[in-house]
């Protein structure tokens, strides 16, 4: 169980970078990309770029894909340097993140279109657990809370191992997996702390919730 301390990310440490050429940049993403389509099926052409890079303390550039199961899934490419090293090793080994929407993929200009308004929340947990990953073990299960601005309630997530057919994250001659982010109710957070995250996940699964992040919807607990 993991409460995120707000002071930690009003300034964000920028993650502990060593030295990559671009030509082991290039052969990452080549990889990277080949394993989580592998994964998560073809991924959509346009990549959301961040304008201040997450390696200098900016947001994640997020990548998508609407191939895999319904609505759109997302996924990092960052969290793992080249070498495969990044977030703290968990009880599996290292991670990208991933997350689902049951919207499916639109480039609508309307920021508050429910799509646009999933994607960046998304994004913002992406980089918020990114930078945390570099200080603290998450694993499958964990449960966690993020702050937001003053008055707004935590956003709650809790993790899961996320792996399609039992398909792994393989990149290049490595193996890594992928860590599934669930935004989940406040009154679902305190069901697994109870009863524990299997518990919750199992409800959410029944009530064909899983591996969703959106909130509109009825609780489960």
């Known amino acids: 169980m993991l ?28 990889q990277k990309s080949k394993g989580l389509e592998n994964m998560l ?17 900016g947001a994640v550039d997020m990548y998508y894909y609407p191939n895999h199961i319904e609505g759109t899934g997302f996924a990092t490419m ?3 340097e080249p070498d495969g090293s990044g977030p703290v090793p968990n009880r599996l080994g290292t991670y990208e993140l991933v997350a689902f929407t049951k919207h499916s993929y ?15 929340k998304i994004c913002g947990i992406f980089t918020t657990i990114g930078f945390y990953s570099r200080e603290s ?8 809370e ?14 899961d191992l996320y792996r399609p057919d039992n398909k792994k994250l393989i990149i290049g001659d490595r193996e890594h997996h992928l860590l599934l982010c669930l935004q989940i109710f406040r009154s679902e957070l305190n069901f697994a702390r109870e009863n524990g995250t299997e518990a919750l996940l199992n ?15 009825d609780p489960v607990a």
């Open 3 to 30: 409460n995120l301390i707000k002071n930690l990310f009003s300034k964000p440490n920028k993650p502990v970078q060593k030295e990559f050429s671009e030509e082991e940049f290039k052969l990452d993403y080549e």
């Open 41 to 57: 099926g073809k991924m959509h052409n346009l990549v959301g770029h961040a304008i201040i890079p997450f390696s200098i303390g």
């Open 78 to 80: 960052e969290i793992l």
């Open 106 to 120: 639109n480039t609508s200009k309307d920021e508050n279109s429910p799509f646009n308004l999933i994607e960046r």
């Open 137 to 144: 073990e998450l694993n499958p299960y964990d449960t966690c």
């Open 146 to 159: 993020i702050p937001n601005e003053d008055g707004e309630e935590n956003t709650c997530i809790i993790f």
């Open 203 to 217: 409800k959410l699964k029944k009530a064909g919730n899983y591996p969703y992040c959106d909130l509109d919807r």
